[in-house]
């Protein structure tokens, strides 16, 4: 069974940063990609940021584009989301994901449903 375990995730003023963190874990994995999506109360999940097997590769909505990075160390299955000037419209749940196995290792998914697993989420409140 693979689990996905989000943390990193709190209350941080307007202009602040936050680093999420996500551990992958229950098998071994050949290849996979990630992605971290996020969901408001009262809107659909929608995407955020997704990294390629490699890490060579990333791709950003552009509503985070230019303050966040995405990240990865494949040694400790964990991508990481850094989050830098939030802003009180970036206030959301964040899921990580996970597709694997991957056929590229330079290949990245921004569509919710390429992914196979999930986290459970945690919660980012950005005051104004």
């Known amino acids: 069974q693979v689990q996905l375990v989000e943390s990193g995730g709190g209350l941080v003023q307007a202009g602040g940063s936050l680093r999420l963190s996500c551990a992958a874990s229950?098998?071994?994995?050949?290849?996979?990609?990630m992605g971290w999506f996020r969901q408001a109360p009262g809107k659909e999940r929608e995407f955020a940021a997704a990294?390629?097997?490699?890490?060579?590769?990333?791709y950003y909505a552009d509503s985070v584009k230019g303050r966040f990075t995405i990240s990865r160390d494949n040694t400790k299955n964990t991508v990481y989301l850094q989050m830098n000037s939030l802003k009180p419209e970036d206030t959301a749940v964040y899921f990580c994901?996970?597709?694997?196995?991957?056929?590229?290792?330079?290949?990245?998914?921004?569509?919710?449903?390429?992914?196979?697993?999930w986290g459970q989420g945690t919660q980012v409140t950005v005051s104004s």
């Open positions: 229950g098998r071994t994995f050949s290849s996979y990609a």
């Open positions: 990294i390629s097997w490699s890490g060579s590769s990333t």
């Open positions: 994901a996970l597709k694997s196995p991957v056929y590229s290792s330079n290949g990245y998914f921004i569509r919710s449903y390429d992914y196979d697993y």
